[in-house]
């Protein structure tokens, strides 16, 4: 057998396994209870968890001994801790070795840097800038930004941006950092329930306060700079625009219980009405008029949507397919994943052979082929694993994590 043969027997039987494994280990698992996603819900009020670093864990997956842990979405807080469950089936009768390192697999995409910045501050990757700039954050104390950063993939260099100002009265740090038009967005919220918009120009200065909106006490779900202005939505629904340059918001006519999935398209439920429905179950363009309904087949359970495409699981697997109910492809991760893998293909999974685990693995569906994150695994107090899996950033383009003193930043636009 050459060696070609060889590489592509070996993604062949990741990829088998990878269907066949966590399909396993992620059935066995308890329900998460509703007095704790209930908890949840409410310390996103009291403290607003969609955190400046957009790259925080999204989710726990634990094996031999205790199964999953918490789905939290793309941009929330720490991973929670797992329950017990039931041990995992025994391991498969042929063993498998993990996929070949990430940075290996696509070179080109791949940088390893310093975690922290050379004064010792963590750095918090947000956002690409450019092909190798990176928006980066640090914080002053637990998610409250203190300055933001151009930070140089290519000579390690952390460059000031603007300093955060958290003004006296902030209930709800700032949020929801967006790149566009040369300058960086932001959201924070005070006591007396006005919200702020603010930017600064990325070649550096102090930051002004573009516009303000009262929205509900929950604060905004979802900002982006399009062009010449700044779009944004509430929480509790409806969406606004206000100029780039400075001035009044204006709300979009007839949005006012929309949710901003992606100019122009916003719908319903919202990312955090779960409790509703797969969040953007309907969506309108808000420019055209167009509308879309997500199809729902017997037997099935949808749980999230983009633009084009729904994620949901049915008869213990599940599967990425289009909005209208056709294309269906069965996901190499647990029942009920709520996240989309990004641009239908890049996808964030662990990878276990009964109850060894193996790696947390990128997995391109396109090409079938997966690299190692490098990610370890952490024993529980249980006798089982549990492994933390990365988020993307919300531009589907920035994949980032830490292992040891390294920060890993993938840019899947270079695969």
């Known amino acids: 057998m050459t060696r070609r043969d060889e590489h592509t027997q070996s993604h062949a039987v990741v990829e088998e396994t990878l269907r066949r494994t966590l399909g396993h280990a992620a059935g066995n698992a308890p329900p998460l209870p509703a007095a704790l996603t209930a908890g949840l819900d409410g310390h996103y009020r009291r403290r607003r968890h969609r955190t400046q670093a957009l790259l925080a864990a999204a989710a726990v997956v634990v094996v031999a001994g205790i199964t999953t842990g918490i789905t939290t979405g793309i941009t929330t807080g720490r991973p929670q801790p797992g329950t017990p469950g039931h041990p995992s089936p025994a391991a498969t009768a042929t063993p498998i070795d993990p996929p070949q390192p990430v940075e290996d697999v696509w070179p080109q995409a791949v940088r390893k840097v310093p975690a922290k910045t050379p004064d010792g501050v963590t750095l918090r990757p947000l956002q690409f800038i450019d092909d190798r700039t990176l928006l980066a954050s640090t914080w002053s104390s ?30 709800l740090f700032a949020s929801d950092f967006t790149v566009g038009g040369n300058r960086v967005a932001w959201w924070s919220m005070l006591k007396d329930g006005i919200i702020q918009i603010s930017t600064a120009p990325l070649s550096g200065g102090a930051p002004e306060v573009t516009t303000t909106v009262r929205a509900g006490e929950r604060g ?21 625009t206000a100029p780039l340059s400075g001035g009044p918001a204006s ?6 219980s929309l949710h901003l999935l992606s100019w122009p398209w916003a719908g319903t439920p919202g990312l ?65 994943t ?11 999974t662990s990878l276990v ?22 990610i370890k695994a ?19 383009r920035l994949l980032a994590y830490t292992v040891g003193k390294t920060l890993y930043v993938i840019d899947l636009s270079k695969i």
């Open 251 to 256: 709300p979009v006519p007839d949005t006012g």
């Open 353 to 374: 052979d009964g109850r060894r685990f193996i790696a947390v693995a990128l997995y391109d569906l396109r090409t079938g082929r997966s690299g190692d994150l490098g």
């Open 378 to 396: 952490e024993p529980t107090e249980h006798g089982g694993y549990a492994v933390s899996l990365p988020g993307f950033d919300r531009a589907g």
């Open 142 to 171: 637990h998610e409250k930004t203190s300055t933001l950063y151009a930070y140089d993939l290519d000579t390690h260099q952390p460059r000031a941006i603007t300093d955060v100002v958290t003004p006296k009265g902030t209930v």
């Open 220 to 240: 905004l779900d979802h900002v982006e700079i399009v062009g010449d202005r700044i779009v944004f939505s509430a929480r509790a629904g409806g969406v606004h």
């Open 272 to 336: 955090y009405d779960r409790a509703e429905g797969p969040p953007f179950a309907k969506i309108r363009n808000v420019e055209t008029g167009e509308t879309r309904t997500a199809v729902v087949h017997d037997g099935e359970e949808v749980t999230t949507c983009s633009v084009a495409s729904c994620a949901g699981h049915r008869e213990g697997k599940s599967f990425l397919r289009s909005r209208d109910g056709s294309g269906r492809r069965d996901l190499p991760d647990s029942p009920g």
């Open 338 to 348: 709520r996240t989309l893998p990004l641009h239908d293909r890049f996808h964030v």
